[in-house]
């Protein structure tokens, strides 16, 4: 429970790094994105139903519930696979939609950072260097970056995974990680 509560903190002040960095199932599901990319299998997108709020508050409130059992069982020593059924969950989204569908829409545990995360502190900043070319934008897992009308990019914190993919495309450099 502590890095629960770290984590939610820590997401508060420095954006949302568990998702880039420490995320399992980041881990997992990036290469099956990668692979799907790379033989060409077409990705499907996610339904509009699942894209508001009501669904992704419905979602939080099972994975509350579900933390809730597995804590419990810890304490009687019983198992509730929570950690397996989210895993499961993720793969099966990205290999039915893409990795974008699951960090943005379905994974309760980015939705609660997204909600602290929108109040941090640091963050990836867009500056006038940015020539409109919209690599940033293909290359977020998240949908988090928007270019619009030849204007520079804007990234938009609360969804953010700060993974840097972004920034390491970025072909001038316009993409720096700062205080905001």
């Not at 929570?82 to 939705?111: A, D, K, M, Q």
């Amino acid at each position: 429970m502590v890095f629960v509560f770290l984590s939610i903190i820590l997401a508060g002040i420095f954006g949302r790094y568990y998702c880039g960095f420490v995320c399992p199932i980041n881990t997992i599901i990036h290469p099956i994105q990668v692979l799907k990319d790379k033989t060409g299998f077409s990705n499907k997108n996610i339904p509009n139903l699942l894209k508001s709020e009501k669904p992704r508050l419905l979602i939080m409130l099972l994975f509350i519930v579900g933390l809730g059992i597995t804590v419990n069982a810890m304490i009687t020593g019983s198992r509730f696979p929570l950690p397996i059924i989210i895993i499961s969950i993720g793969v099966l989204t990205t290999l039915l939609s893409n990795e974008n569908s699951w960090h943005r829409y379905l994974c309760p545990w980015g939705f609660l950072l997204s909600i602290t995360g929108y109040f941090s502190k640091y963050g990836l900043n867009v500056n006038e260097k940015c020539i409109s070319c919209k690599i940033c934008e293909n290359v977020c897992p998240a949908e988090a970056v928007k270019v619009e009308n030849k204007q520079n990019a804007e990234i938009f914190k609360k969804h953010c995974l700060l993974c840097l993919k972004c920034e390491l495309k970025c072909p001038t450099n316009a993409i720096t990680y700062k205080k905001l």
